[in-house]
């Protein structure tokens, strides 16, 4: 089955003949299920139903498990992303993919496996950008990246610009300022998506990363900080590079549109 994304298309692939007048309605119904044995339900309705696609979250899973889960994923939806994804998880993942005749993408900085036979999802016109303030954000601002990729979005980056050196930050958002959206990602004390805030017109998102040390350190600091800042941002939890990247790119495909 093919990846079909959001209603509008549905009903034009069912317009145009594409798909059967029963397939068209049993993929906009947005409730479509799909069991493996007794290790997990899919949820194939999601992007139908909240415009964004079902993800598989690989840590803590076994690498015989996940991979069933990512083939029967990619088979029915016909594409799935696995994120937070392990060197060992990869190699199993892949080689059944393999087996299967299904093409993975793997995403290094991110952490993430892509698998899908057909085309990449088409852009939306929604943009978002993100923000780093140090290199060792970038991990958790490259998994944001990929997740609002496959909603269809431009990602526009500017990383190791924090208020360290406040200065960097000024030319690095020139190019940035037609985003819709704006993710920033900080460790230690987390200050810099306040200051992004009060600099631009467009909805930001503050990502706490678990960098940093002693007391309240691994994000927590960065965490509270968000959380009490004075600019207006949305926070997401520590690390969460995924919530980031869905959230922002729903924010951004609804502003792309006319």
Known sequence: MPARGTLPE?????????????????????????????????????????????????????????AEIAIRLAESAGRCVVTRISAEQTERVSNLAGQRSIATDYKKAGRILILGNGPAPERTGGIVAIITAGTSDIRVAEEAKVIAEEMGCEVRTAYDVGAAGIH?????????????????????????????????DKPVIGVPVSVGYGYMGEGRAALASMLQSCSVISVVNIDAGFTAGAFAARIANLGAQP
Do not use: W
Not at 23 to 34: C, F, K, N, P, Y
Not at 40 to 66: I, Q, S
Not at 172 to 182: D, Y
């Open 10 to 66: 549905i009903l034009a692939q069912y317009k145009n003949g594409e798909i059967p007048l029963d397939e068209a309605a049993e993929a906009i119904e947005g409730l479509r299920l799909e069991r493996i044995g007794d290790i997990a339900c899919l949820d194939l309705g999601r992007n139908v139903r909240c415009g964004m696609p079902e993800v598989v979250l690989a840590e803590g899973k076994d690498p015989e498990h996940l």
């Open 168 to 200: 960097r930050l000024f030319p690095a958002l020139k190019p940035l300022l037609s985003a819709h959206a704006f993710i920033v990602c900080a460790g230690r004390e987390g200050t810099l998506p306040s200051v992004v805030a009060g600099l631009v």
